[in-house]
């Protein structure tokens, strides 16, 4: 039986790794202040015109367990079975969702929900290595193995310009936040063992990017394969220059600059730049 890779649009996935191994992506909604709500799928910039337009930020939500059921319905009655990869089960509800879904499965041995623990662009790199696996042929409990392999060894840091956003969502504690702020500073954040930590300040976006950039190169290792995201909401020029840094000393490394999903950027605001790596040794 073949798999079906499904993830969520809180993942940083471009379109070319969505369409070439066929990953099913789970659109977040975005629930404004006004009542009318979006999908969550579709990039930043769109979103970012609202909010220049006047516009409270949105929040998001998990999908429904009914929108997963659907999605195993469909898969079991074409004879494949499904892992979904969701954020960490810490900061978001979708892996329960996902999670009662497959209880409720006719079918529930051919249906693994795992969590990540991991999110954005790093959820991104889970999701397009276990979608290559389920490509290459293997099976279901192969598929899960490179998943949980790739999850251990990605690494995410990342800083940005406003600390709003990541209070009022709880991705950050609401104190160090505050205090950031309250000192005009702004965060460096790493994402590891499935929440996000605050592990310094800088004074200056500058500052800020140079310093996850200098936590990328600590960790070269040379001619190993290297699968590399630079992810970004209003900051493209730096997520390019990070992407080319990296292919000036890996020209063969596997790296790209991309803009975040309105679901994610719900919770991190404008001026977010953040790196996603994977080595794979």
């Known amino acids: 039986m073949t798999v079906r890779v499904v ?5 940083v996935l471009p379109d070319e790794w969505i369409d070439t191994y066929g990953i099913h992506v789970v659109s977040l909604e975005l629930a404004w202040p006004d009542g009318s709500l979006s999908r969550g799928d579709v990039p930043y910039s769109m979103v970012a015109e609202r ?3 006047g516009a409270k930020p949105p929040t998001t939500g998990a999908p429904s367990p009914g ?3 659907s999605i195993f319905d469909d898969a079991l009655a074409s004879g494949e079975r499904v892992i979904v990869l969701c954020p960490s089960s810490e900061l978001s509800s979708t892996y329960r969702s996902a999670e009662l879904a497959a209880r409720a499965a006719a079918s529930s041995d051919d249906i693994r929900v795992i969590d990540t623990q991991t999110a954005a662009a790093g959820q ?6 276990a979608a290559r696996a389920a490509a290459a042929g293997r099976d279901m409990d192969a598929v899960v193995e490179r998943a ?3 999850s251990r060894r990605t690494q995410i840091w990342a800083t940005l310009l406003q600390l709003e956003f990541l209070r009022r969502s709880g991705r950050i504690p609401a104190i160090a936040a505050l205090g950031a702020g309250a000192l005009r500073l702004e ?5 590891a063992g499935g929440s996000p930590s605050l592990v310094g300040v ?3 976006p500058h500052a800020g990017f140079e310093r996850i950039v200098r936590e990328w190169e600590r960790t070269f290792v040379g001619s190993t394969p290297l699968r590399f995201v630079a ?12 992407r080319d840094r990296v292919l000036q000393r890996l020209p063969n490394a596997d790296a790209i600059a991309i803009e975040v999903p309105a679901a994610l950027a719900a919770h991190t605001g404008p001026g977010l730049i953040g790196l996603a790596w994977f080595w794979d040794n």
């Open 7 to 11: 993830t969520d649009s809180s993942a």
């Open 51 to 53: 909010l220049a337009a």
């Open 67 to 69: 929108t997963y059921e």
């Open 124 to 129: 991104g790199i889970v999701a397009l290595e």
């Open 148 to 150: 949980l392999s790739v």
């Open 187 to 191: 965060p460096v954040v790493r994402y």
């Open 202 to 204: 800088v004074r200056s």
């Open 231 to 242: 992810f970004h909401s209003a900051r493209e020029a730096e997520a390019n220059d990070a």
